[in-house]
């Protein structure tokens, strides 16, 4: 489920997305606002922006961020994706 979209300086335009174990999913610096809104159901594949440069990013990228539970910025921890992308 979506819990936010938003434009911060240093993220630029970037979207939440909790997880089913309580945790959540981080993108940031989409070109745009997320094609998604609060609320919203996605699953795996669905759209929800585009890779852009905005905020405090250099190039254009996707900043991707793993949290556990209990989520972003609600108590979870970030932790380092790439075993789980792997």
Not at 15 to 39: E, F, P, Q
Not at 51 to 59: E, F, I, K, Y
Not at 61 to 73: I, V
């Amino acid at each position: 489920e979506v819990q936010t979209v938003d434009y911060q300086s240093a993220a630029g335009n970037y979207v939440v997305i909790d997880t089913a174990d309580g945790g959540s999913n981080a993108y940031m610096h989409l070109r745009d606002r997320a094609s998604v809104a609060k609320g919203d159901t996605v699953v795996a594949g669905d759209r929800i922006g585009y890779v852009g440069q905005t905020g405090r990013a250099s190039t254009c990228h996707l900043h991707f961020e793993l949290w556990t539970a209990p989520g972003w910025y609600r108590g979870g921890k970030p932790i380092d994706p790439l075993p789980l992308l792997r």
